[in-house]
Every structure is written in C-alpha cells, then in structure tokens.
C-alpha cells in the first residue's frame, strides 16, 4: 500500500479528502520490529508538510498495545506520533490488528514505524484542544480556531498566524463561518434553510485531541423560515498539529421527507476575511487528473466565482454536466463546462499581500 498526497498547498481552509495508502516492507531489528512507511509523492520537491492518517496491520500477538510503537524518520530521530487501536485479534481486545495512526510528513524525509515490547514513545507535547462552557478552541501553532453552541454559527473564527511570529491574534482573522449559517440549502421556491437556527440543538462535541490531530465534531440542523426542518448535518473538522489547514468532511443526512422537495442549492459558506484588493481566483476547470488550473481575476464588482455539479451520469441517466462561473452584479458568465469539476479553490493575493486561501 501507498500513501498518496494531494497536489497543492498553502494556507487552506476548507473541504479537503486524504486518499492514503501504505506500502509495507517488514524488516526485523534485534529490539524493534520496524514497518517503513512509503509515501507516493506527487510531485519530487514537495515543498510543504502534509498530514498522513492511515491504517498498518499487525500479525497475530505482535503488538499488545499502541503505546509500544513510535514513528522515525530517515535520520533516526523519533517524530510526534497519534496512535489508535482501530481492531483486535481478540474479543478481550489485547493483540492488535489493525492501527489507526496520525503524523506529519516533512518534505523529503522518509519514516517508519518501530514497534514491539521494549519499544517506548517519547512524551508527546499538549493536546490541541481547549474546551469551556460552550466554546471549543483549537490551536494547532500555526492556526486557531473557534466553535461555539450557541448564535448563528457555530465555526466563530478561523485566525493564523499570518506574520510567522509564531502566534495568532484578533487581526490575523482568516475566514468566519456565514452570518447566515454555514450549513444551507435553497429549495425550488428559494426559501433557505440553515444551521443558523439550531438553537439549543446545535451539538459541538470535541472526537480526539492528540499530540498531531484534534477532530471537532459539530451537528445540527437545515431550518426553514418557519422552523420547518427535513434534513440535518453532521460536519467533522480535523487539525494537526503545526499546520495552518482544516480538513472538514461534512455529512447531509435527512429526518423527513424530501418528496415535495427540489434542491436548487447546497452548501457550506465560509466568510473571508482577507482584502478582495488584488484576488485572483484559481480553480480546478476539469475532473482530470492531474491540475488543469483556471485562474479568474476578482473585478471591483465581482460577486462569486464557482463550480458546480448539475447531473451525474448514474442510474440511466446518461447526462454529466458541470460548469464553473463568475457571477457579477450585472451577469453571471460560463468560465468552463467539463464534464465533471473536484472541488478546488484557491483565493491568491498580490505580492504586497503575500497571501493565499485554499478550499479543496
């Protein structure tokens, strides 16, 4: 198996998939067992760090706990490893089967992974999450981040650490969930419904807090205008460790029925806080592999630039149309119709600026 990582990077926000693989070669050491972790680079001279979770198998008897396994690279020092049983050999859940494991791979290094009875983790630094009363914090180093259960959205702030003085303050604010609810869709009569009245229902539940990655979960619901609710979302959002990006799988699952329902719009509303003096807006223009780049410039009157789904070949149906868009106050205009688009978007800035804002 191989570890496959995507092909762009910068300062992200967003809604971004790790598709993980690992290639195994077991070697044995006198004390250690070691797995050496191969990660499929994308490009040779990767320049950014990249957070790998993944999955190692172990045979029958060979591991009785998580905490005997450590993670180093190709200069045989030890580096920050999360480690989770995902499955046992036994009910009485005593051999492992299956590891769930969390790090960070540097550009050009090689890793992997020590294990046995004598093998003993270095002590990992502070958890990434703080949590009070209704508010959730988490703080990678190079971000921070702010949930709350209560108001009209529950992501507060997303702030980084814009100057590299290594911490993040009031007016290095990247993005802010939407005023109006971060989660929405717009039915055929255009009536909105979001997470922006979840009220008391809204949950904001902290999933793990490690060394490398933290998972904050949050659920609710899509409300309408007269409290009319059909659907609910459950949104995931991960941090690592020294990282300035938040990867979110978001979920849309449905408490009623949809029968008299058409959905013109779904989504997931950022607010960014960063000047649209000098943006340009680069973003995927075809589902190819690989990156077909479409950059778009941000005019004084300039609206939103976007891609969307319309129809997806399945089940009979043998359209599949897709479209990127810039909409402005007076047209909205075709930029591209693949097939199929992958949801990229980068927001870069002029030189002065020095700056760019990733959604994948």
Known sequence: MKIALPHRSSILVAIVLLTAQLCIAQRFAVAATRVDLVIDEPFADRKAAWPITTGVPFPRGKL???????LI????????????????????????????????????????LEFGDDVVRAPSPSKLVEARNEMVTVSTGALRTEFSAAGATALRTISSDLNGDGQTRSDELVATGAADGEHFYVDQSGHRFSSAKDGADRRVVVESSGPVRACVRVDGFYTGPNGERIAKYRTRYHFFAGLPLVKVID???????????????????????????????TVDASGESGNQPLDVPWQADTQSVSSFQKTFRHYGNLEHEAAVVHTSAQQTKTLAQPEEVVIFYQAAYSEEIDRAISVA
């Open 64 to 70: 009785m706990s998580a905490e005997n396994c450590r």
């Open 73 to 112: 690279d190709d200069r045989g020092g030890e580096r920050p490893l999360q480690a989770r049983v995902a499955a046992t050999w036994d009910a009485e859940r005593k051999s492992v089967r299956w590891l769930t494991i969390d790090f960070v791979a540097e550009p050009g290094r090689k890793y992997a």
């Open 251 to 281: 979920e849309l699952g449905f408490i009623g029925s949809t029968k008299q329902t058409r959905f013109a719009d779904i989504g997931f509303a950022l607010d960014l806080k960063a000047t649209t003096v000098g943006r340009t807006v």
